[in-house]
Every structure is written in C-alpha cells, then in structure tokens.
Nanobody, 120 residues
Framework: QVQLAESGGGLVQAGGSLLLSCTVSGTVWWHQKDMAWYRQAGPGKQRELVAAIDRGGSTKYADPVKGRFTISRINAEYVMYLQMNDLKPEDTAVYYC????????????WGQGTRVNVSS
C-alpha cells in the first residue's frame, strides 16, 4: 500500500502564496503514475481535481486555478508540489494528492490532506 503525505497548508491572506508538498512512499514505481492534487471545500462537498501532472511532466489545471497554481514533481525524490499564488478565499479547502484518476491500485487510501485557509 502506497502512503501519501501532504504538507504545507496554513492560513494566508487573499493574494498570498503557499507551497504544498506531497511525499510518496511504499512504492518504487511512482514515476510511472499520473498524479494530481485534489481539494475538498468542506464536509458534504465533492472532492475536485485542482491540477494534474502525468508521468512525462505534462500538466493540466482546473479553470478556477489556471494561471495561479503550478504543479510539479521530482520523480527521483518521490515528491510532488503545488505552488499556489494569488490565493482567493474560494481556494479554502483541504488539499490531497493521489493518482489521476484517483484510487489507482495501491493508492486507494487517501492521506490526511493539508488544510488551506484563505482569509479575505
């Protein structure tokens, strides 16, 4: 079972920046996985895709974050990042990392997530 650990969240004012990290352990094949960041705004809200990066480094972004967020990965270090700039109150959520699409074999257990709170 792969372990996913997100970190880097916090409280920030609108317009600020945060760098989220996702560390991956329990596998040596992570470099072959398409990965993504997801967020969930609150209980009862659906978890939504924020940004994705495939094994080759190609990226895609949800419309609300285009031009503000940047996803990256360092395969050799088993780490993925989400640089978030010009944060808005609507970015407030718990952020998770997982495969794209989520729940690939061995990735069915989500991490704890990291909470981002953006104040206006």
């Amino acid at each position: 079972q792969v372990q996913l650990a997100e970190s880097g969240g916090g409280l920030v004012q609108a317009g600020g920046s945060l760098l989220l990290s996702c560390t991956v352990s329990g596998t040596v094949w992570w470099h072959q996985k398409d990965m993504a960041w997801y967020r969930q705004a609150g209980p009862g809200k659906q978890r939504e895709l924020v940004a994705a990066i495939d094994r080759g480094g190609s990226t895609k972004y949800a419309d609300p974050v285009k031009g503000r967020f940047t996803i990256s990965r360092i395969n050799a270090e088993y780490v993925m990042y989400l640089q978030m700039n010009d944060l808005k109150p609507e970015d407030t959520a718990v952020y998770y990392c997982n495969t794209d699409p989520p729940g690939a074999r061995g990735y069915d257990v989500w991490g704890q997530g990291t909470r981002v709170n953006v104040s206006s």
